[in-house]
């Protein structure tokens, strides 16, 4: 399901200490990759190259390894790297993500629930 907005919870953003400690261009490279997040429906998580990923972040792959860095260093975002590809994740967006899965597979099997027993016990209305 695509949802047509980011929930950004300014007051999050803003005092978000570990986000704080980290640098301007980190902090733009890193709503880039948010909205991507959002975009692609990776529900809070992506993973690429290094040239992948600064297409998708609008920077040069310098700029980009520069912020995942600082990302990682700050502990502002999970960043994981394996060989020459990165794995990045927004705990909050994956942590929603879950948590709207495991609502509609609870719905699923609810709404099963409730159609049979109308099926077996019709009104007589």
């Known amino acids: 399901m695509k949802i047509p907005h980011i929930p950004l919870y300014t007051g999050d953003w803003m005092k978000d200490t570990e986000l704080s400690l980290c640098a301007p261009a980190t902090r733009g490279v890193w709503i880039d990759l948010l909205c991507a997040m959002h975009e692609h429906n990776r529900c809070g998580e992506l993973s690429g190259t290094s040239d992948q990923l600064a297409r998708l972040a609008r920077c040069s792959t310098s700029e980009l390894e520069a912020a995942l860095t600082d990302l990682q260093t700050t502990n502002a975002a999970v960043v994981d790297k394996f060989d020459d590809s990165w794995v990045i994740a927004n705990r ?29 016990y019709p009104s007589t209305d």
């Open 92 to 120: 909050r967006m994956k942590r929603e993500g879950d948590m709207r899965q495991k609502r509609a597979e609870a719905g699923s099997k609810g709404g099963s629930k409730s159609a049979s027993k109308r099926e077996q």
